[in-house]
């Protein structure tokens, strides 16, 4: 039996150099806040969970720049917008946390 062949890169997160290069005018418009949820976001993604991937408010708490909630939601709002990423299932007070899909509409890697 063989040993399960792991994903080279599963400790990094990728952003295409293109983008931040320019060469996506939708990642080049997006708030800083945002950009850095998006790297929060595609870190909790493993390969097979895309579409369940839970990024809690707490888990942002004390991350300088986006751990003000209001800074939060904004931010999901516009990588929705943008098209980065899709909710999945709505969350909230009694229902849980909110899980997200990564679109892959401007990514390779996904």
Not at 6 to 22: D, E
Not at 88 to 110: I, N, Q, R, V
Request: charged share 25%; net charge positive; with cysteine.
């Amino acid at each position: 039996m063989g040993k399960k062949k792991r994903w080279p890169f599963a400790s990094y997160v990728a952003i295409p150099r293109k983008w931040i290069n320019g060469g996506c005018p939708e990642w080049t418009n997006l708030s800083l806040a945002s950009k850095m949820l998006y790297v929060y976001i595609k870190a909790g993604y493993n390969l097979s969970n895309n579409g369940q991937i839970k990024l809690p408010y707490s888990r942002l708490r004390g991350h300088k720049g986006i751990s003000h909630p209001p800074t939060i939601s904004r931010s999901f709002k516009e990588l929705e917008k943008a098209g980065f990423i899709k909710r999945t299932k709505l969350g909230g007070l009694y229902h849980g946390c909110s899980e997200y899909e990564l679109t892959g509409k401007f990514d390779p890697y996904l």
